[in-house]
């Protein structure tokens, strides 16, 4: 079950979809939290004729040995009810701390439209109609968020009630028999939905939420032909979000989603709900830019259109979209989102749900950077001329010149570096063309260059994302978690909130949306925790399930070695790793990171420390002027005229993510799939084919010529690069510790990974929203 | 557009631009009185423009503001009423302290204080003190005066008392006069139905100290007329009704029901049983 629960989730999604009445095609939520303090979600799937089967969604069952272990603590297996009820299969649920862990004997009965239904002691009446398939309408209640109550969509008439319930905030009882088809339920809703629309202005036709709106869908299906209010509209003035929300607070139905999304998701309390009656308004007060980042997922969230996306206004209709699903390159969380895409243009990017990696949300970058797809591409092959120029030539020109001044410099001389944003295959076609030369100087960006790639588990995210809500002490060291990889500190700031973890910090104070101890910021600090000598040992072989994330910044750090020394001590020392739990954890922060370790693009036995006179860089941006020899000839191939493409002799262009069938693997050892949503840009052609080209060219031919074949190749290199969506466990854990500490560190503050959140790599670089973004938030343009 | 809705659209037109003509004529009550005017003097009526704080001289996020050292005892006393978890249950109370202080009305860096006592995001405040009418978040008069507007007030004339106050102090409602003196405001229901039409009068003269809120009730456009002069003189009327024939909420010229005790219900004999 566990192997594809990812993809079953959406085959599910879909199916439900078709089977309930939804109305928006979003990527919300079957899913549905029978105790909403809990971490539990139980995901609702329509089961045949004659049930529901409810599959919990916690606690992923997981090849590493002690998850399972763990997640039979909870799991319990409930027989089947009485016949004609409805049956449960509780296989694997983990419990969180504090969370209610469902018992038979907790199961109470309630009757929805005449069906009678088993369900959890706890769950609402409005989670109860949807397990058997009754969709009911609502504008403010939202599976991930807290229960507010006040739009009143959602009535439904309970028996023995005296007037209609809120089903989303009313608590289901034994033996309660709910009617969500009766006339009084009919006209409870028309007279909302008429409430609702008295102040909604009639702008459909020129609003972006038009077409995939859940006020409009719900007053088609629920609303009356006409309203009863003839007095003037009332107007709210527009709020400034800054560069990514697009507010028209007019149209807003104090459903107050977004103000819970902020305070509870994103962390950041700005938003409230001013006034009051027919004044009330949804704003911040003082003039305040939503610095969030994860602000854009509030337009998701937003039923109407008072919250929009600012880039995407007046682009494009939703229904002259064409839906891709793909995956986000932009970190190495991997989060899932859908490419909008119409004709060869990528229109918006949202997300979707993937309960594992990133739930429901995407965090901005991924969201916004798309315009960056679209400027600054690199659309024909160009040699670099005596002069200086850069001119277009035929692919074969071009690859002729590679292939020849690759065999004028001896293989000790040749190096190649794959980009942040490189795909497997690109990197196994690189690392397989430059070994054929006699190359072994090849390496990720991101990495240095002596990676440590023997052990999956030392450069993985071990406890796996979601998996991280379980831990109760986290000690970051060295990582910004928030820009980093937002949806992981979401992860964490959702275990600070529902269990109340601790999380203390180790490297450059950072603002974290979540309360965290600052211990300190360097080495020192690390190698006090280390040597037992800091009160936060304690604390750390005190807690139960203690988790360390370790930020990539280190893998460059001058003392890397002594650093990992000292943290695998602290992991030791706390037990951190164990049969059941695994907390050592380091945080990758590109998207080729985890998949160019598992191809093993690290440097060979062979690889030698000449200097580098032939330079094939496949995407790879990040290299200073200095770190290029002058007299060496640079290969760049890539989609962006970004930094590297300025020192290039050659210029080979690649594909964007959008525009391939890319695999990747996120930081946690997920492998998932980008799909091509656009057709390529000019005369640019797949990355893959391009080093394939090559290597016949330069008499190297490499044996694949589809990408099939290609994937047979990486399947002999890394069979896990072939499990789409399903996570490969980590080899055993094994420390590589001695058992005395190396005296010889120098003491040294941590570095920052990242400077600027919103522009890390070749495609926000070029996009014109990230830049908005950067001014805004950062006070400062690059 | 069906012919129905453009035609309802049409009489709505209408009724608006009717409705803005006549700067006095009394606004739904869902509007606070401090949204009749934005920052601009432009009459919006169904505007909520002023939900939103903007920077100006005296009520500014770089200003410093803090309470009084007598205040700040007050504070600690006011916090002691609630346990220590849920500290800002004390929002209301100091938000009432704090307008009491500064004359009454709470300018943004009050707020942002108060945010930080009672260790909540500001915006937490903010909501607070846009949702109570009775917060001022502009300054007031000295003397703020408010009239009750509900039904029963209306009916025995509260419109006449509020147009007489406004046509004595030569303001609009909202507006403080220029000594500084008084302002006139509406406010809900206050409970005096029985002794309609009333006013309140918000004493910010003394500080938190000597800080009164006092109905008077009873009114006639004159008689309150003549209350604003006392208070100008610095007395401070007596409170409660303006009929010399009543006593409190007694009917004028005595009791004419309920004269003597009124027999206990009648009930079976518990004795018996």
Redesign the interface.
Same mark, same amino acid.
């Given at each position: 079950m566990a192997t594809t629960s990812g993809r079953r989730s959406a085959k599910l999604l879909q199916r439900i979809a078709t089977l309930t009445p939804r109305l928006k095609p979003r990527p919300a939520v079957a899913a549905c939290d029978w105790n909403p303090k809990s971490l539990q979600f139980w995901r609702c799937l329509h089961h045949g004729g004659d049930g529901v089967l409810l599959v919990p969604d916690v606690g992923r069952e997981r090849k590493t040995s002690g998850s399972r272990q763990l997640a039979s603590e909870g799991g319990r297996l409930p027989s089947s009810s009485a016949s004609g009820g409805l049956r449960f299969a509780t296989s694997a649920a983990l419990p969180a701390v504090g969370a209610k862990v469902a018992k038979a004997e907790e199961m109470i009965e309630v009757s929805v439209d005449g069906q009678s239904v088993q369900i959890p002691k706890g769950m609402t009446v409005l989670q109860a109609c949807e397990l058997v398939g009754v969709s009911i309408p609502r504008f403010c209640y939202h599976s991930r968020l807290s229960i507010a109550g006040n739009c009143r969509m959602c009535l439904v008439e309970v028996e023995k009630t005296p007037k209609p319930v809120a089903s989303c905030a009313m608590p289901a009882l034994p033996g309660m028999k709910i009617k969500t088809d009766t006339p009084l339920c009919k006209k409870a809703r028309e007279g909302v939905m008429e409430f609702l629309l008295l102040n909604h202005p009639l702008d459909c036709p020129i609003c972006d939420q038009g077409g995939e709106c859940d006020l409009q869908d719900q007053s088609m299906v629920f609303g009356s032909d006409?309203g009863r209010f /003839?007095? /003037? =509209?009332?107007? #709210?003035?527009d =709020?400034n979000l800054g560069p990514l929300v697009k507010t028209i607070m007019t149209r807003c139905i104090q459903c107050t989603r977004c103000v819970r999304f902020a =305070?509870e998701i994103a962390g950041v !309390?700005?938003?409230?709900?001013?006034?009051?009656?027919?004044?009330e !308004?949804i704003? /911040?007060? #003082?003039?305040n830019l939503m610095t969030s980042e994860l602000s854009g997922n509030v337009i998701d969230v937003c039923p109407v259109g008072a919250l929009t996306s600012k880039p995407y206004a007046f682009t494009a209709r939703s229904w002259e979209l064409k839906s891709t699903e793909s995956i986000d390159v932009t970190d190495a969380v991997g989060s899932n989102i859908r490419v909008d895409s119409r004709g060869p243009e990528v229109m918006r990017i949202l997300p979707r749900l993937h309960e594992e990696v990133n739930e429901e949300w995407i965090s901005d970058k991924a969201r916004f950077s798309y315009d960056g797809l679209k400027r600054q591409r690199l659309s024909e092959p160009m040699i670099r001329r005596p002069d200086g120029r850069l001119e277009a030539v035929s692919w074969h020109d071009a690859l002729e010149a590679v292939a020849e001044a690759a065999h004028q410099v001896k293989p000790e001389e040749m190096a190649g570096i794959a980009g942040k944003l490189s795909d497997a295959e690109s990197m196994m076609a690189l690392k397989d063309f430059l070994n054929k030369m006699g190359c072994e100087r090849i390496w990720s960006e991101g990495d240095g260059k002596s990676a440590n790639v023997d052990m999956r588990s030392s450069f993985l995210l071990n406890t796996g994302i979601a998996s991280l809500e379980y831990a109760d002490l986290c000690l970051l060291v060295g990582t910004q978690l928030r820009w980093e990889a937002p949806l992981v500190n979401a992860r964490l700031r959702k275990a600070v909130r529902s269990s109340r973890a601790k999380v203390a910090s180790i490297g450059p104070p950072t603002d974290l949306n979540y309360p965290h101890q600052h211990l300190g910021t360097g080495t020192e600090t690390l190698i006090r925790i280390a040597e037992g000598r800091h009160p936060f040992c304690a604390e750390f072989g005190r807690a139960e399930r203690p988790a360390v994330i370790v930020g990539s910044g280190l893998l460059e750090h001058s003392d890397k070695s002594a650093v990992m020394a000292a943290v695998e001590m602290i992991v030791k020392h706390g037990n951190a790793v164990r049969d059941d739990w695994n907390g050592f954890n380091t945080i990758l922060l590109n998207a080729a990171q985890a998949g160019a370790r598992d191809l093993g693009l690290v440097q060979g036995a062979r690889a030698g420390n000449k200097e580098i006179k032939f330079l094939y860089l496949l995407g790879a941006d990040e290299l200073t002027p200095a770190d290029i020899p002058a007299d060496s000839f640079v290969v760049y191939q890539g989609h962006h005229g970004d930094r590297s493409a300025y020192r290039a002799d050659v210029i080979l262009p690649g594909t964007v993510y959008t525009e391939k069938e890319g695999t990747y693997e996120n930081t946690e050892g997920l492998t998932q799939q980008t799909s091509p949503a656009v057709p390529t840009v000019g005369d640019s052609r797949d990355d893959w084919k391009i080093i394939r080209a090559l290597s016949e060219i330069a008499g190297v031919r490499l044996p694949y010529d589809t990408a099939n074949g290609l994937r047979a190749r990486m399947l002999a290199v890394s069979p896990n690069l072939l499990r789409i969506d399903d996570l490969e466990p980590p080899s055993d854990f094994s420390f590589t510790l001695k058992n005395q500490f190396p005296s010889t560190v120098a003491l040294s503050s941590f570095p920052k990974a990242v400077e600027n959140f919103y522009m890390t790599d070749s495609i926000t670089r070029a996009s014109r929203t990230m830049a908005q973004c950067t001014a805004a938030f950062f006070g400062k343009r690059e | 557009m069906r012919s129905w809705r453009l035609a309802s659209r049409a009489v709505a037109v209408y009724r608006a631009t009717q409705t803005t003509g006549s700067a006095l004529r009394p606004l739904p009550s869902t509007v606070l009185p401090s949204q009749i005017q934005n920052q601009d003097g432009v009459c919006r009526p169904m505007s909520t423009a002023l939900l939103m704080h903007r920077d100006k001289p005296g009520n500014s996020v770089k200003d410093d503001w803090d309470f009084s050292p007598e205040n700040t005892e007050r504070v600690k006393e006011i916090l002691s009423n609630y346990p220590k978890n849920y500290k800002q249950s004390a929002s209301i109370p100091l938000l009432d302290l704090a307008q009491q202080q500064h004359g009454g009305w709470i300018p943004v860096q009050a707020m942002n204080r108060i945010a930080q006592i009672i260790g909540v995001a500001p915006i937490r405040v903010y909501e607070v003190a846009t949702f109570y009418s009775m917060f001022n978040r502009q300054p007031v008069g000295k003397y703020h005066l408010m009239v009750c507007g509900t039904t029963p007030c209306m009916l025995c004339g509260s419109r006449e008392i509020e147009d007489a106050l406004l046509k004595h102090l030569g303001v609009t409602r909202g507006e403080v006069t220029k000594d500084g003196l008084f302002s006139v405001g509406e406010m809900e229901c206050m409970g005096c139905c029985v002794n309609a039409p009333m006013i309140v009068v918000a004493d910010y003269s003394k500080g938190s100290e000597g800080y009164s809120y006092n109905y008077y009730e009873d009114l006639t456009p004159k008689r309150v007329v003549e209350l604003v002069q006392e208070l100008r003189q610095g007395k401070t009327p007596k409170w409660g009704t303006q009929n010399p024939k009543r006593i409190n909420c007694g009917p004028e010229g005595g009791n004419t029901t309920l004269l003597t005790t009124p027999k206990p219900p009648v009930c079976r004999d518990l004795d018996a049983c």
């Open positions: 006409r /003839t007095e /003037t =509209k009332r107007t #709210v003035l =709020k =305070k !309390e700005d938003l409230g709900v001013l006034g009051r009656g027919g004044s !308004e704003g /911040t007060y #003082v003039e | -």
